[in-house]
């Protein structure tokens, strides 16, 4: 009777076996093998590690190693300060819960990954903090791969929208420094331990390595039109050889707490704070702020080489003013309003609305010089000794204007030079000239320049009565005096000129000189506009051992 129960349970074992082995082959045609073990692991973490930290004990670290590679730079908004990237992120960190490399099932014996949602297991919650997305989401949907060991690894692809502090003042030839800083929003570096993300490379004997990559990856990147990064030039070398990007560091911070008893402790995060340097590609800022600001520059100069006494000179000044009027609403539309320092380029153009309105004010002084100068009080001889025979020597402008001398004209020495009694109109002669017999002449009478002949026919003789001597000597004295009337007109006309060409001269020196201090100006100014190389910012010991 023993003998006979046993048997049954035997043939009820082998039935039961059958029957779960043909279940099994049931499922295994129905479904993958990947399957079958997605929906084990899932199973069993949802039982384990799903609501906590993928740890066997609460003191231990969660080692996750982050990256970031740029795609590409889709935009700095000055105005707002923002930077947009397209970027890639990566994760990689163990969970011991998803680890199946020790399961005997010949089902998942051949399986070494599978790709899982991130909803169905533990993600860490690092996130960008210098967030500006007004969207709140920055990730797209992107599956994990869990590898047999218990490895994860995670590569999204987010859209940023980041803070970036932007320093204008060399633009448009700038340089801007911004940085994306990733940490953990809740675990602090009790719980969590961020990494650099590690960096594959073969050695000279074909063998493979692992090295820490603190930089940014651009093995993908797609090339900026605008924006020329630092290290676009350096993709797929290896890190501890890269020369030209700037390297990120490891910042912590520390956030103070108050629990509800009163007591404040204090928590700190660890962070990785990339850093990326981006150049300017000044071509099309050349083409509409810079080469018109050269032009109107160089036409600038054309108002001192027009003639004082020409109304072009102020016309083509209030023109070129209103042109820099209208690259400076151009560059403020360009520009962020609130800034801490104004371009370079913008000052640029205020000295030369500066300059122009001088230039235009000088026009008027030289306009104004040159029809009133003959009305004006004459050159001090310092003035004169410094300004002409000095200034305008140097920009030879005396020589080619010649100025009359200040010597009194030879018509003024002869006649200052005659005997007294030769201005009184003495007729005195010789005794022997008084025997000689006397012409007879007409009775000349000055008046207004006309003679007329006396209406006595008695003094129609040819010889001259001595009574009429008085007349003759009046008639000349009148003469003498209409002369020296003349020569002074002649002698004031003259001062007039002189005294006219001296203010023009210097008029025109002094639109000399003024050209000569715009130059002057114009090329400091370009100098200073020259574009400056961005400081190399060093990595430092400082920042690896910050947060140890």
């Given at each position: 009777m023993p003998n006979i129960f046993l048997a049954v349970l035997l043939l009820l074992n082998l039935l039961g076996n059958g029957c779960q082995g043909s279940r099994l082959a049931s499922v295994a045609s129905n479904r993958s093998n990947e399957k079958l073990l997605i929906e084990e692991l899932i199973s069993r973490y949802r039982e384990k590690g799903l609501l906590g930290r993928p740890v066997k004990e609460y003191d231990n670290l969660v080692q996750i190693k982050f990256g970031l590679?740029?795609?590409?730079?889709?935009?700095?908004?000055?105005?707002?300060?923002?930077?947009?990237?397209?970027?890639?992120?990566?994760?990689?960190?163990?969970?011991?819960?998803?680890?199946?490399?020790?399961?005997?099932?010949?089902?998942?014996?051949?399986?070494?990954?599978?790709?899982?949602?991130?909803?169905?297991?533990?993600?860490?919650?690092?996130?960008?903090?210098?967030?500006?997305?007004?969207?709140?989401?920055?990730?797209?949907?992107?599956?994990?791969?869990?590898?047999?060991?218990?490895?994860?690894?995670?590569?999204?692809?987010?859209?940023?929208?980041?803070?970036?502090?932007?320093?204008?003042?060399?633009?448009?030839?700038?340089?801007?420094?911004?940085?994306?800083?990733?940490?953990?929003?809740?675990?602090?570096?009790?719980?969590?331990?961020?990494?650099?993300?590690?960096?594959?490379?073969?050695?000279?004997?074909?063998?493979?390595?692992?090295?820490?990559?603190?930089?940014?990856?651009?093995?993908?990147?797609?090339?900026?039109?605008?924006?020329?990064?630092?290290?676009?030039?350096?993709?797929?070398?290896?890190?501890?050889?890269?020369?030209?990007?700037?390297?990120?560091?490891?910042?912590?911070?520390?956030?103070?707490?108050?629990?509800?008893?009163?007591?404040q402790y204090n928590r700190t995060y660890k962070t990785l704070r990339y850093r990326v340097l981006m150049r300017r590609s000044a071509s099309f800022y050349l083409s509409i702020l810079v080469l018109p600001c050269i032009l109107l520059s160089c036409l600038t100069w054309v108002i001192f080489w027009l003639p004082p006494e020409s109304p072009a000179k102020m016309q083509l000044g209030m023109n070129i003013f209103v042109a820099f009027f209208i690259l400076m609403l151009l560059l403020a539309e360009t520009t962020p309003s609130a800034v801490k320092n104004f371009p370079l380029i913008g000052y640029y153009y205020c000295l030369n609305m500066i300059m122009i309105t001088l230039s235009t004010f000088l026009a008027v002084i030289v306009v104004n010089l040159h029809f009133g100068a003959d009305r004006r009080a004459p050159l001090s001889p310092f003035v004169r000794q410094l300004v002409i025979e000095g200034i305008g020597r140097l920009y030879m402008v005396r020589q080619s204007i010649p100025l009359a001398s200040h010597k009194p004209p030879p018509q003024q020495q002869l006649l200052s030079s005659q005997p007294q009694n030769q201005q009184h109109g003495s007729l005195a002669t010789s005794p022997a000239q008084q025997h000689q017999p006397k012409l007879h002449m007409p009775q000349l009478k000055y008046n207004k320049f006309d003679s007329r002949r006396p209406s006595n026919a008695a003094e129609d003789s040819p010889i001259l009565a001595g009574g009429h001597a008085g007349a003759v000597e009046k008639d000349v004295r009148e003469v003498k005096r209409c002369l020296r009337m003349y020569l002074s007109r002649l002698k004031e006309k003259e001062r007039k000129n002189v005294l006219a060409m001296e203010w023009r001269t210097f008029a025109l020196i002094l639109d000399r000189v003024f050209f000569s201090a715009y130059v002057m100006a114009i090329l400091i100014a370009v100098i200073s506009l020259i574009p400056r190389t961005h400081p190399k910012l060093e990595y430092s010991n400082e920042d690896q051992e910050f947060c140890r």
């Open positions: 590679a740029f795609v590409q730079i889709l935009d700095l908004d000055e105005n707002k300060q923002l930077l947009r990237t397209n970027c890639w992120l990566r994760y990689q960190w163990r969970d011991h819960h998803l680890n199946w490399r020790n399961w005997s099932h010949p089902l998942f014996k051949n399986l070494t990954q599978i790709r899982v949602f991130p909803d169905l297991i533990w993600t860490p919650d690092i996130q960008l903090l210098n967030f500006a997305d007004e969207r709140l989401s920055e990730r797209r949907e992107a599956r994990i791969v869990v590898y047999e060991d218990g490895s994860v690894l995670w590569v999204p692809q987010s859209l940023f929208k980041s803070t970036c502090p932007v320093e204008i003042l060399h633009f448009p030839f700038d340089t801007q420094l911004c940085q994306l800083e990733f940490g953990s929003w809740t675990y602090d570096m009790t719980q969590m331990n961020i990494t650099w993300y590690d960096y594959e490379i073969t050695y000279d004997n074909n063998t493979q390595g692992l090295e820490p990559n603190p930089y940014i990856d651009y093995t993908n990147y797609i090339r900026s039109q605008e924006w020329r990064t630092d290290g676009e030039d350096e993709p797929g070398i290896w890190p501890s050889r890269r020369r030209l990007q700037i390297r990120s560091v490891v910042r912590c911070r520390t956030v103070t707490f108050q629990s509800a008893d009163g007591k």
